[in-house]
């Protein structure tokens, strides 16, 4: 199974600021994901990032909001930009690894604040 | 839109209870649907049901898909405090594109 690091695991940012999310993968993967879980929610899918292209965003999120980048085959970042409070929830990056039984894999979890 | 509706919502037990956790689903081109167990941040696998009919089977956890009724229970026998988390139920649907949606999870809370 894929091992994804994810970083930082937690932050308290302040109205208006931007915060950059890091996953790192320990192998190659083609298509990675971002999801939100706002308090009591379900996962929701931000966007899909794939490694030479742009991310293709879900509906109700944009680029100039969330941008994300794929430099790599085992490297992505998501940045929440021009944050409210709102924006308070925990953000996932995950893979497939169609190699298992176990479809689609999580990364550590970033717990985001925004005050 | 597809939808993935779980029940009930939270759930509070003693140890050494049975309890049953129910999915139900409406999806375009259903492929599989997926149990994960969420303790903090990140969900981890539990079972993936792609068939009617057959139990899938991890220690004191068990799954089933109806793919009829378009529905999957989990069960969980004789629960402990560990088993405490947020149960979250998901099914992948669609064409080429990988497409996951996830159900609000069930928070199962297990009291000693």
């Known amino acids: 199974s894929a091992v994804i690091s994810q970083k930082p695991s937690r932050d308290i940012c302040q109205r208006g600021t931007s915060l950059t999310i890091q996953c790192q993968v320990d192998s190659q993967v083609t298509m990675m994901f971002w999801y939100r879980q706002q308090p009591g929610q379900s996962l929701t899918l931000i966007a899909t990032?794939?490694?030479?292209?742009?991310?293709?965003?879900e509906s109700g999120f944009v680029i100039d909001k969330f941008p994300i980048s794929r430099p790599n085959l085992t490297f992505s970042t998501l940045t929440v930009s021009n944050m409210s409070p709102e924006d308070s929830s925990i953000y996932l990056c995950?893979?497939?690894?169609?190699?298992?039984?176990?479809?689609?894999?999580f990364g550590s979890g970033t717990q985001l604040s925004v005050l | 839109e597809d939808k993935v509706v779980q029940s009930p919502l939270s759930l509070v037990v003693h140890e050494g209870d049975t309890v049953t956790l129910n999915c139900s689903y409406e999806?375009?081109?259903?492929?599989?649907l997926l149990w994960y167990k969420q303790e903090k941040k990140a969900p981890t696998f539990l079972f993936m049901l792609?068939?009617?009919?057959i139990e899938k089977k991890s220690g004191r956890l068990s799954s089933i898909l109806d793919k009829k009724e378009l529905f999957s229970i989990l069960n969980i026998t004789a629960t402990q405090t560990g088993d405490s988390a947020i149960y979250l139920c998901a099914v992948e649907s669609g064409g080429s594109n990988y497409k996951l949606t996830f159900g609000k999870g069930t928070l199962l809370t297990v009291n000693p």
């Open positions: 792609t068939s009617s009919g």
């Open positions: 990032a794939n490694q030479g292209s742009e991310a293709t965003y």
């Open positions: 995950s893979v497939i690894n169609t190699g298992s039984g176990e479809k689609l894999f």
């Open positions: 999806v375009t081109n259903f492929r599989s």
